[in-house]
């Protein structure tokens, strides 16, 4: 009886779910959603090549360095990288001297109490400290930012798809929204007259939503001063931040790309020595048969 009333509160759910999918797929046919702002002239990110791309890439030091400089110099002031702390600066070649100097000269102060009043102070980092954080908190954050608050960026590449890729485009994407035009030749404010961007806002097609608060930081050649003679266009700065954010989120990518080679390799020696060892066993079994 158990069994029976079973199937037919079973048979009831799955009738009722035919049901809806039916009466969702008319809807569908009848009345199709409407295209939107965002589906019609959001573009996906630019292809943009690294050294670290496909399963044998590494990375390049030097862009790493060259990163760390633009992040230091523009975008440090606004966002964070909680996840990461000074010394792990040498896997991008410097020094233990380097990373101290670093430390003691960055601009922003890491928080502390003072250990004989017990009241909040600050000190200079150290090799040892995170990255201290631009605000104080997120009222601050707002407050600073348009009521936006800059979001942290360590893992920031491994939080967006193609997330490289994602942060070069979106740093280089920034457009003039008046007159702009999709691949079909549509013009957004023609197709959407109430799309315009709102007022304190930057409209940047690789943006999910097409506009956003931050402005561009990157805005003429020559903004950091590269030491390796690189010239720092505004492309470059863009491509080699986005490098050195990639290995912020994945700081063992080669160490991992090397632990996976050499498990497939394990698994290849093993399978052939499995066939091998069946093939050995019952060889006599099959001569009998």
């Not at 605000?135 to 608050?149: D, L, T």
């Not at 280089?172 to 013009?187: F, H, P, S």
Request: charge should be positive.
């Amino acid at each position: 009886m158990v069994r029976i009333g079973a199937f037919l509160v079973g048979l009831f759910f799955a009738g009722w779910l035919l049901i809806s999918f039916l009466v969702g797929a008319y809807a569908f046919v009848t009345e199709p959603p409407q295209p939107t702002v965002e589906h019609e002239f959001h573009l996906n990110p630019k292809h943009v090549a690294y050294s670290f791309d496909g399963p044998f890439g590494k990375y390049d030091q030097r862009q790493l360095q060259r990163g760390f400089q633009v992040f230091k110099e523009v975008c440090s002031a606004c966002h964070s990288l909680k996840f990461v702390a000074f010394r792990d600066l040498a896997a991008l070649g410097y020094n233990e001297p380097e990373i101290k100097a670093i430390a003691k000269q960055w601009a922003i102060k890491t928080p502390d109490v003072d250990p004989k009043t017990g009241e909040m102070s600050t000190r200079d980092p150290v090799p040892a400290d995170y990255f201290p954080k631009p605000f104080a908190n997120n009222v601050a954050a707002a407050a600073a930012n348009n009521n936006a608050i800059p979001p942290d960026l360590s893992l920031m590449t491994k939080a967006r798809h193609h997330g490289s890729a994602y942060i070069y485009s979106l740093i280089t994407g920034y457009r003039d929204q008046q007159g702009y035009k999709n691949a079909k030749g549509e013009e957004l404010l023609k197709a959407f007259p109430d799309a315009k961007t709102p007022e304190g806002l930057h409209f940047n097609p690789y943006f999910a939503n097409l506009n956003l608060a931050m402005a561009p930081p990157l805005t003429a050649d020559g903004q950091v001063t590269y030491g390796d003679g690189t010239k720092p266009t505004v492309d470059q700065m863009a491509k080699d931040v986005a490098a050195f954010l990639t290995w912020t989120a994945e700081p063992k990518l080669e160490n991992r790309r090397r632990a996976g080679l050499a498990t497939i390799i394990f698994l290849l020696i093993a399978t052939g020595l499995a066939y091998m060892a069946y093939q050995n066993i019952w060889a006599d079994k099959k001569k009998a048969a």
